[in-house]
């Protein structure tokens, strides 16, 4: 992305124009292929951003950096809505419902059981135990944050996925 100032405010461009023309009326024909010189010669340069993640931060307005010759866009910090308790809750109710699509694929399993006394397959019931102790294990991850921030940042995810070897 490219930005110029025009008359105190800076403009962006995602794109820039195929033709372009100068101030003193001369046009430049493939202006979007035009080398950096010729770019900055017109005040173009590019637009660069802090890395951000946009589930805790925010990108500023655009702003010239002079040192750099860029327009920066810096980035702020988000207003987390919500007490520090209330979005662990909020993640552990996830990690909960994960684990409720997970018991429920083997309920039939129990509820045969309790109707006919069918025993359930001990990989059933291991399988059902731990789902239980994930949800343990990640309750106690989400308690372990101590700021809004990381348990926004936080993913509910139940089993940890497969590694992929990458040879």
């Known amino acids: 992305m490219k930005a110029k100032q025009i008359n105190g405010q800076i403009v962006k461009y995602k794109r820039l124009p195929n033709t372009y023309t100068k101030g003193d009326g001369s046009v430049i024909l493939n202006f979007r292929k035009a080398d950096t010189a010729t770019l900055e010669a017109e ?19 655009i702003t010239w950096d002079a040192d750099n010759s860029v327009f920066k866009r810096t980035k702020s910090n988000k207003t987390i809505q919500g007490t520090l ?40 019931t291991t399988e059902r135990s731990d789902v239980r102790a994930k949800v343990e294990e990640r309750e106690t991850e989400v308690n372990a944050l101590t700021t809004k921030k990381n348990v926004v940042k936080w993913t509910p995810i139940l089993f940890d996925p497969p590694a992929i070897d990458i040879e």
């Open 85 to 124: 308790s209330e979005l662990k809750a909020e993640k552990i109710a996830k990690v909960k419902e994960l684990a409720n699509v997970e018991l429920s694929k083997t309920d039939w399993y129990i509820t045969r059981e309790a109707e006919l006394g069918t025993a359930t397959p001990s990989a059933i």
């Open 43 to 61: 005040g173009f340069y590019d637009v660069v951003s802090d890395s951000y993640d946009r589930r805790v931060e925010v990108l500023g307005e």
